[in-house]
């Protein structure tokens, strides 16, 4: 379904984006000469996945996007992360089950469409990238499903990485959709959508079984997010391939179950990278608050948790210029660093 010229797609939400990239350049249109633009299949866990990786300076520390869904690539909404280019080497992953990785691989990796797989793939891109840019450290960037994949990642192999970043955060989904629950009935009457009321009613609160129950749950937590109609540009929007969708789709009908009862807390909450979170104040899908109490239980070198005012769960979509001076104000020093 549209909303308000934005095509909301599904699970641990994200908004999906019209295809197509723009060129690395300087401000006079010429191709900046320290930039980096890549795409193209790299071999990851035993299959062909997808990489792109894009920035104005190979001197700028490196930024590994773990997009939600599962199944939602990010790398149709490049051309609205222009400015996040000049600061970060950007790269956007399509996981095992999405985007141009699924369009190679098809289902037939049904069998290995587990957390601790997926782990282990995003493991072996963040060794590719260090060799393949030579850098020491990374900086990780997770994002709803893609912040549960963070967590797992960062526990296992910390020195890979110069900090974490979780927006959307996962806690544990079944209590964050039960705490989000009331909160999302509350905002439809807010803003006075009968349809939405009436839909959240009629199937009552979480827990949601692998059912059509969920997506009426998951559906007007986007639809309602508080800040998809705040007029900031998404980039240039169009039609899907179709993989993308179908991809997502795949992804979640095999891993509902195993997201919604991952518990990240019980990994423990001593870590040995920089931890922030940045989440919209109004998140109604991973609700705020109780991000806020996982992330004061969390033991790091550096940890900061930051609230963007006015936004929700898509945070990094419709707040994309206040996302990015965090990033740079925050985070961009230590990566620099640990070069």
Known sequence: ???KGTLVCGLLALVCYGSGASTIAQGNGEPAPRGIHEAGYVRIGGIEQWIQIRGDDRSNPVLLWLSGGPGFSTIPATPGYRNWEKAFT????DQRGEGKTFERSGTSVAPTMTIERMVQDGIEVAEYLRGHLHTQKIVLLGHSWGSILGIHMIKERPGLFAAYVGTGQVVQLERDAEAAYPLLLQRAKAVHDKVAEQQLQQVGPPPYPDSPQKWVWIRWANALDPGSD???????????PAYIGAGAQFSQGLMWSSIMKDDLPSLGTAFQVPIFFIQGVQDRLTVTALTRRYFERIRAPEKEFIVLPKVGHLAIFTARDAFLHVLIDRVRPLALANQ
């Open 1 to 3: 379904m549209k909303i």
């Open 90 to 93: 950007v790269v956007m992953w």
């Open 230 to 240: 705040s007029g900031e540009d998404r980039g240039t929007a169009g039609q899907r």
